[in-house]
């Protein structure tokens, strides 16, 4: 009995020394498998890597569907650029079918602006005779839209060149007339008055009308037809009184729905397998995300236990670069896609329904989450050694690239600046900021640098020898010496990476200790990784998971 006794006790004495080595090796093979591969997940557990299988299959969903919204997409942008030209033609006189800078007709005498306004107003009048596509008039409540024409002009003036005296009054005051097209015949004679114009007063005239038009092309792809409204602006520009009035032509289409429609033959409506698609496409989305967001969990509490054991045993923190190594940044972006994957999903939807006509915002949101779904590709490269470089070059470059951008930057800001307000009067390349920043980049990368220096006017010698010295030393600043800084430090980090062994962190040495999981036999590890991340070596350990929240799938 005492020598029971003293077994029992002997027992309950080692039961914490046995349960510790075992809780940390648990601990050590849940960490590597965290940080294995899919496919070194799949040799260790035999668990088919079903996650990467429905990032794939997201990935050619999501391009599909792209695919499709941008083929739909262009015959909805040609219906609207082919219909804009032919209204330029309809109603702009001697229209030469090519638009200037920012107008499409200008005219230089008072009567050449009095024709161009009755041209517009009798071409309106005989639309349904002269026009050549489906267009009509556009009603509202059974009743024909009227044409609005209106002219601001200041409220007072009188201006005499020869003595140079001037009498304006800075308020403007706007006239407006509206005519029904079935009685716009009587215009002449109703509203002469109107017409007597004040060049010297006349800022604009504004011609506006509504017009209705049906997409038919969208028969040909199995789709209804898209009805149109057609809101047409057609401006007289006299705000600088030079002499030169610019006539443009503004077109905002908007599509809905066409009522009581029927097609008959081939052509069939399916939008209804669109939406099943793009309802599966919202399916997909949700399910990569939620599993994403379920792994950033369990990664917060697989550093939790590993921070509690390194307190415990070693009375010590987890540094931050063995923190990092839990927050996942691809996890990350392959939410941020999701998320913007169903917006656009839903607003296609909405688009093919004909519940919304939005369809710039719809593409970007499908195209920044295309992008970045391709772009979390380079994350199953990664498992790689040798694609894995660039990731590891782009890490260790980006902090270097950025400040070096920085200071870059403001040497580009002072020859943006500068190059705006010298040249900007001789040069159409620099009339404004943004178009200065993009020459000047395009100059960075070698394009049209003949054209600049050849287009610029020698009508002050100054500002032509000024521009000389400014291109001369912002191509050799910029190609020569910031350019090719740019790269060499890029190319240092690669050859950091490529020769370099890091040393270890505490992660890295913790999973480093103990047995590795035994392979079966005639497998080969296949080599470690690359430093700079935890070394997981290939295994086929068939213990199963006594708890599945502590084991993580990447």
């Known amino acids: 009995m005492e020598l029971l006794d003293r077994k029992s006790d002997s027992t309950s004495i080692n ?3 046995t349960l510790e080595p075992m809780m940390e090796e648990t601990l050590r093979e849940d960490l590597r498998y965290y940080f294995m591969s899919p496919c070194e997940k799949y040799r260790a557990r035999r668990q088919l890597p079903w996650k990467l299988a429905l990032q794939i299959l997201k990935i050619v ?25 032919a209204f330029k033609n309809l109603f702009l006189k001697s229209y030469s079918g090519v638009d200037e800078d920012d107008y499409s007709v200008a005219v230089y005498t008072k009567q050449s602006v009095i024709d161009n306004i009755f041209y517009v107003l009798d071409q309106y009048s005989q639309l349904d005779q002269l026009s050549v596509g489906p ?25 005499e060149s020869s003595d140079e005296s001037y009498d304006i009054d800075a308020q403007t005051e706007k006239v407006c007339l509206t005519w ?3 009685s716009i015949a009587t ?18 005239i504004e011609i506006s009308f509504t017009l209705k038009g049906i997409n038919l092309q969208t028969i040909s792809s199995h789709e209804p037809p898209d009805c149109y409204m057609f809101a047409v602006t057609i401006t007289f520009d006299n705000r600088c009184h030079s002499g030169k009035v610019k006539i443009t032509l503004d077109l905002d289409a908007v599509s809905s729905a066409c009522k009581n429609w029927k097609i008959s033959g081939t052509a069939q409506k399916n939008t209804h397998y669109l939406l099943i698609f793009d309802g599966f496409i919202i399916l997909v989305c949700l399910t990569s995300a939620v599993l994403c967001i379920r ?7 697989l550093l939790q236990r590993f921070s509690k054991f390194c307190l415990k045993k070693y009375n010590r923190k987890v540094c931050e670069d063995d923190q990092r190594e839990f927050l996942n940044g691809w996890y990350v972006l392959v939410i941020i896609s999701d998320v913007m994957a169903i917006i656009g999903s839903v607003l296609k939807m909405e688009i093919q329904a004909k519940s919304m006509t939005s369809y710039d915002v719809c593409s970007i949101f499908l195209g920044t989450s295309t992008l970045m779904v391709w772009v979390g590709v380079i994350r199953y490269l990664g498992y790689f050694q040798k694609y894995n470089v660039l990731i590891l070059t782009m890490q260790a470059a980006l902090p270097k690239v950025l400040r070096f951008c920085c200071c870059a930057g403001m040497i580009y800001l002072g020859y943006t600046f500068c190059g705006w307000i010298v040249l900007g009067p001789y040069h159409e390349k620099f009339e404004g900021l943004s178009r200065v920043a993009e020459c000047l980049f395009s100059l960075v990368n070698g394009d049209d640098m003949f054209p600049t220096f050849a287009e610029f006017q020698q009508k002050n010698i100054l500002v032509w020898l000024f521009s000389r010295v400014y291109l001369y030393t912002f191509i050799s600043l910029f190609v020569y010496m910031v350019l090719s800084l740019f790269i060499a430090l890029i190319t240092d980090a690669y050859e950091t990476i490529k020769e370099t062994r890091f040393p270890l962190t505490e992660l890295q040495l913790f999973l480093r200790t103990g047995k590795d999981f035994p392979l079966p036999e005639g497998e080969d590890d296949g080599g470690g990784r690359e430093n700079g991340g935890p070394s997981v070596t290939l295994c086929c350990c068939t213990r199963a998971p006594k708890d599945d929240t502590i084991m993580l799938i990447s």
């Open 135 to 159: 267009v009509s008039y556009a009603e509202e409540n059974s009743k024909l839209l009227p044409l609005v024409i209106c002219k601001e002009s200041y409220r007072l003036g009188r201006v």
């Open 180 to 182: 029904d097209p079935k």
């Open 15 to 17: 039961m914490p020394v």
């Open 295 to 301: 792994s950033i969990v369990l990664a917060i509490k």
């Open 187 to 204: 215009w002449r004679t109703n509203s002469s008055t109107f017409f007597e114009l004040d060049f010297y007063r006349l800022v604009n």
């Open 61 to 85: 969903m999501i391009t599909t569907q792209l695919v499709l919204f941008g083929l739909s997409n262009q015959l909805v942008v040609a219906y609207k650029e082919e219909n804009l030209m």
